[in-house]
C-alpha cells in the first residue's frame, strides 16, 4: 500500500475505519491503538433558561485544527427539534463558539439563520450531530441549572452545575482554580534539528553552568533508557554533548530503565537522578524506582547505577507503564523555612528525623495516581514517604522545583491539553496556586512529557523548555518563556505568596520572577571533591514564623455527639482518593483530616464552596474499619464517620491512563529486588549523611 501527501498532516493520517477506510487528517495521534477519526467538537457549557438573549448552547474544540461546524445540526430531545448551524460557523482549538436561541424563531424547531428556534426545557437534553448525520456530544438533565451546566474541566471533563455562566469564555466552578491563559510567549519554537532524537524524549532537568551564561540541559529517553547532556552555542540552539546519549543499567549492569524524569541536587555534586517506571526488558512488571548515576558531563557511554530506591512497596497494584514520571528535589532549608509540615509524622517537617537522607526532599510525580510524593531517601536504600499531593490533572508527567518562584511545578502533557499548574506551601502543605492552559499557539496534542524552566531572566523572560515523547515531524525539544522581573531576586517579594485576585485581577503565580537564579548544582568532580556549583542557599524569611503543624485530636473526643457531623463513602480502597463531605458551613477553612486509630494526618485542604474536601488514603494503610476525622488545626473535632478501607489489590484510583498489574508483580518484583546492588549515596563534604 502506498500514500502520499503534499502537506503535512494537523496530527496524523490515518484511515478510517482502520485498514479499509480514506486515509484523512486523525483527530489524536493513536500509535499503536485505532484510529480516531471522530469529531473534536464538544458541548461545553448550557444555559436553559434565562439566559441573554435567550437560551444557548457552547462548543468548544479539544482537536489541534480548527473545525468548520457548518452543516452540524442541533437537537434538543425531540428529534423535530433541529437546526442546522449556517456554513462559516466554526471553532478554533481550545476555542469556544455560542449557538443562541433565535428572539426571532418560528418555534417549529427550524430557527433563523442566526439561532436555533426552539427552547431548552426544565428536563431536556442537547444533542449535536456533524454533517453526515453522525451523533457527536449530547448532555441531558433533569431540572434547570441555578446558573448553567459546564464541563469540568472545559472539553474533557463530565457535567457539573457552574459558579456562573461563563458565556464564550473558560468555565468556573466553586471551589475550583480555572485555568489561566499562559502569561509568557504564545509560542513553543523547536530547538532540535530534524533526526536529533529519534522520539522517547521525556524528563528534563536545567541547571546553571560554569561555561555557559545559558546554563545546561539533561534530559533522558525513555524507550532506550538513554540519558542525554545537552549545551547551549549562545544564539539560541541547543544540541546534545553526547550525540548517542549515554546508556543506563541497573546496578548489577543488566536491564534497561524506562527513563522517564531527571533532576540534580545541591547536596550531591557529580551525580544525576533518573525516575523510572518499569525496566523495559521486563516491560509487564513494574519497577516504580529513582535512580542515582555518577556523572559531571554525560561522557561516558555506559552508566551502571550506583543506587536504586525501589518504591514499589508504597504503590501496590500500580500499572508497569503508570509509575514515576518527573523527578525533583527540594533543599530541606527551603521546606523549614516555609513551614512544611510531615504528613508521616503530623508534625512541622524535621530534617534530622531522617538521617542519611542528605540536605532536601526528592518529589515524585506518578502518572498512574496523578498525585506527587515527597520523599526522604536515605543513604542505605530505605525511603520515607512524607507528604502526597493532590493535582487536578488526569495524569502526572513532569515536576520541577523552581526556587525563583518559591514553587512547584507540575505538568501534565496532551491528555490536559499541555496544562501545567503552580504550588506553594498553604499552611504546611504544597496546594494549586495558579493553573495555566498551554501557550496559545502551541499545539495542544504534543506529549510534552518533559518541561524545564531556566533560572535566568533575560529581558523580561526565562526561557522554558519541553520535551515531546512523540518526536512530533521530527522534532522532540521545544522553548518558549515565561514572565520575569529583572529587578527582583529569587524568593523576594511583600513578605507572602499572593493569593488568587491579588494584584491587578489576575491570578498571580507564586513569588515575583527573580533575575537571578538560586542556583541548582552543575555537577563537578564527584566524590565529595567539590568543583561544581555550591548549594544554594534558601532565603530565611523576613519575619521568622513557627511552622503551623495540626494538633492531632485525642481519641476521646470522638464521640457519638460528633460522628456523622461530616460524612464520606462507606469503604475506600487504599492508595485511592476520598471526598468527605465537611458542610458549606466550613467553606474556605483550612481543616485537618485524620486517619484513626492511631492518628495519621492525611492533608490539611481547604473546604471547597461545595462543603467538601478530598485527600488521598495512603496505599499502605491496613485493610479493616478506620475512622475519618475532620478536626481544626487546635483539634477541635468537627466530625468524624466510620470507613472500611480495602486493601490496594485493585487498580489504583485515577483517570488517566488504564493501570494494570496487580499485588503478585509487586510482590515478585520486591522479590526480585533483593538481588539489586545497592550502595551508599555519594555526599560532599558536611553533608548529613
Request: proline share 6%.
Amino acid at each position: 500500500m502506498r500514500y502520499a501527501w503534499t502537506t503535512h498532516a494537523a496530527v496524523t493520517y490515518g484511515s478510517c475505519p482502520d485498514g479499509s477506510g480514506t486515509l484523512v487528517d486523525t483527530t489524536a495521534s493513536t500509535k499503536g491503538k485505532p484510529n480516531d477519526c471522530s469529531s473534536p467538537v464538544r458541548i461545553n457549557e448550557v444555559e436553559s433558561q434565562d439566559g441573554t438573549p435567550g437560551d444557548w448552547v457552547e462548543l468548544t474544540n479539544v482537536g489541534t485544527t480548527t473545525v468548520d461546524l457548518g452543516g452540524y445540526v442541533l437537537r434538543d430531545s425531540e428529534d423535530d427539534h433541529a437546526w442546522t448551524i449556517p456554513a462559516g460557523t466554526t471553532v478554533a482549538p481550545g476555542g469556544f463558539t455560542v449557538l443562541d436561541e433565535a428572539q426571532a424563531g418560528t418555534g417549529t424547531g427550524t430557527g433563523t439563520g442566526t439561532g436555533f428556534g426552539f427552547g431548552l426545557g426544565k428536563a431536556d437534553s442537547v444533542r449535536l450531530y456533524d454533517a453526515r448525520g453522525l451523533l457527536v456530544d449530547q448532555y441531558s438533565w433533569t431540572a434547570h441549572a441555578a446558573t448553567t451546566f459546564g464541563r469540568n474541566p472545559d472539553g474533557t471533563g463530565d457535567f457539573a452545575e457552574t459558579a456562573e455562566p461563563t458565556k464564550g469564555a473558560t468555565n468556573r466552578f466553586a471551589g475550583v482554580i480555572t485555568a489561566e491563559a499562559w502569561p509568557g510567549g504564545p509560542d513553543e519554537t523547536v530547538l532540535d534539528a530534524e533526526g536529533t532524537f529519534t522520539g522517547d524524549l521525556s524528563g528534563l532537568d536545567w541547571t546553571t553552568s560554569a561555561s555557559s551564561a545559558d546554563g545546561q540541559l539533561w534530559a533522558v529517553q525513555n524507550g532506550d533508557g538513554l540519558l542525554y547532556h545537552l549545551a547551549s552555542d549562545g544564539r539560541g540552539g541547543w544540541a546534545p554533548t553526547n550525540a548517542a546519549g549515554v546508556d543506563l543499567r541497573y546496578a548489577d549492569g543488566t536491564g534497561t530503565p524506562d527513563a522517564e524524569g531527571v533532576t540534580v541536587t545541591a547536596d550531591d555534586p557529580g551525580a544525576v537522578y533518573v525516575s523510572t517506571e518499569r525496566d523495559n526488558d521486563v516491560s509487564k512488571v513494574s519497577r516504580p524506582s529513582v535512580l542515582r548515576f555518577a556523572t559531571t558531563d554525560g561522557s561516558e557511554s555506559v552508566l551502571h547505577a550506583t543506587d536504586e530506591w525501589n518504591l514499589a512497596a508504597d504503590f501496590p497494584g500500580l500499572g508497569a507503564n503508570a509509575g514515576l514520571e518527573g523527578v525533583t528535589w527540594v533543599p530541606d532549608a527551603w521546606l523549614t523555612s516555609h513551614g512544611f509540615v510531615d504528613q508521616h509524622t503530623g508534625a512541622a517537617y524535621e530534617p534530622a528525623s531522617y538521617a542519611g537522607h542528605g540536605d532536601g526532599l526528592f518529589l515524585v510525580g506518578v502518572e498512574g495516581t496523578a498525585s506527587v510524593y515527597a520523599y526522604a531517601l536515605m543513604d542505605d536504600g530505605s525511603s520515607q514517604r512524607v507528604a502526597t499531593i493532590a493535582t487536578p490533572f488526569s495524569l502526572v508527567a513532569e515536576v520541577q522545583f523552581d526556587p525563583t518562584l518559591d514553587a512547584l511545578w507540575v505538568v501534565c502533557d496532551e491528555a490536559c491539553s499541555g496544562r501545567t499548574a503552580l504550588f506553594d506551601v498553604q499552611d504546611g502543605a504544597f496546594a494549586l496556586a495558579t493553573l495555566y492552559e498551554a501557550p496559545a499557539n502551541a499545539d495542544r496534542a504534543l506529549a510534552n512529557e518533559g518541561f524545564a524552566i531556566s533560572g535566568r531572566c533575560v529581558d523580561g523572560a526565562r526561557a522554558t523548555y519541553y520535551a515531546d515523547d512523540n518526536d512530533t515531524n521530527g522534532s522532540s525539544l521545544r522553548t518558549g518563556t515565561y514572565p520575569c522581573d529583572a529587578t527582583t531576586e529569587p524568593g523576594d517579594g511583600d513578605g507572602g505568596t499572593p493569593g488568587p485576585g491579588d494584584g491587578d485581577g489576575g491570578t498571580p503565580a507564586p513569588g515575583d520572577g527573580g533575575s537571578t537564579p538560586t542556583p541548582s548544582p552543575t555537577p563537578g568532580t564527584g566524590g565529595g571533591a567539590g568543583g561544581g556549583t555550591p548549594a544554594p542557599t534558601a532565603p530565611a524569611p523576613t519575619t521568622p514564623v513557627a511552622p503551623t503543624a495540626p494538633v492531632a485530636p485525642d481519641a476521646s473526643a470522638l464521640t457519638d455527639g460528633n460522628r456523622g457531623s461530616v460524612s464520606a463513602p462507606s469503604s475506600v480502597r487504599a492508595g485511592s482518593s476520598v471526598t468527605i463531605t465537611v458542610g458549606t458551613q466550613h467553606a474556605g477553612q483550612r481543616v485537618a483530616v485524620w486517619l484513626f486509630s492511631a492518628p495519621r494526618l492525611l492533608g490539611t485542604p481547604v473546604v471547597a464552596a461545595d462543603g467538601t474536601v478530598t485527600v488521598v488514603v495512603p496505599a499502605d494503610v491496613p485493610a479493616g474499619q478506620h475512622r475519618l476525622v475532620v478536626a481544626a488545626f487546635d483539634g477541635t473535632v468537627l466530625g468524624w464517620t466510620g470507613v472500611t478501607i480495602d486493601a490496594a489489590t485493585g487498580s489504583l484510583a485515577f483517570t488517566g491512563a488504564e493501570l494494570g498489574g496487580g499485588i503478585t508483580a509487586a510482590l515478585l518484583l520486591l522479590a526480585a529486588g533483593a538481588g539489586v546492588l545497592v550502595v551508599r549515596r555519594r555526599r560532599t563534604v558536611g553533608s548529613s549523611a
